[in-house]
Nanobody, 121 residues
Framework: QVYLVESGGGLVQAGGSLRLSCAASGSIFRVNTMAWYRQPPGKQRELVAGITTDGNTNYADVMKGRFTISRDSAKNTAYLQMDSLKPEDTAVYYC???????????????WGRGTQVTVSA
């Protein structure tokens, strides 16, 4: 089994910062692409940012310049630094990863349970 555990969420005032972490554990051979998604209240889940094993990143347009994704592959951990937070960033933030459990198996996609981020005006 593979587990993704998010941490670092909480309540912050507008203009503040938070740093989310996502740690992958369990039966892991290699963690490929890692990503962060979010689901605002009453809305669909949307991509925030992704990062490959080579460190290539992509961001949703509304997050560019405010959010930074990074990873520590040795720790199978991804991070999301969120700056200049706005009330509209309020959402449950989910970690997502493609994980190979062995050399010969294909990667499977996994989700964490999410961490709440609330930005007050």
């Amino acid at each position: 089994q593979v587990y993704l555990v998010e941490s670092g969420g909480g309540l912050v005032q507008a203009g503040g910062s938070l740093r989310l972490s996502c740690a992958a554990s369990g039966s892991i051979f290699r963690v490929n692409t890692m990503a962060w998604y979010r689901q605002p209240p009453g809305k669909q889940r949307e991509l925030v940012a992704g990062i490959t094993t080579d460190g290539n990143t992509n961001y949703a347009d509304v997050m560019k310049g405010r959010f930074t994704i990074s990873r520590d592959s040795a720790k199978n951990t991804a991070y999301l630094q969120m700056d200049s937070l706005k009330p509209e960033d309020t959402a449950v933030y989910y970690c997502n990863a493609d994980v190979k459990r062995s050399l010969v198996t294909s990667a499977s996609n996994y989700w964490g349970r999410g961490t709440q981020v609330t930005v007050s005006a």
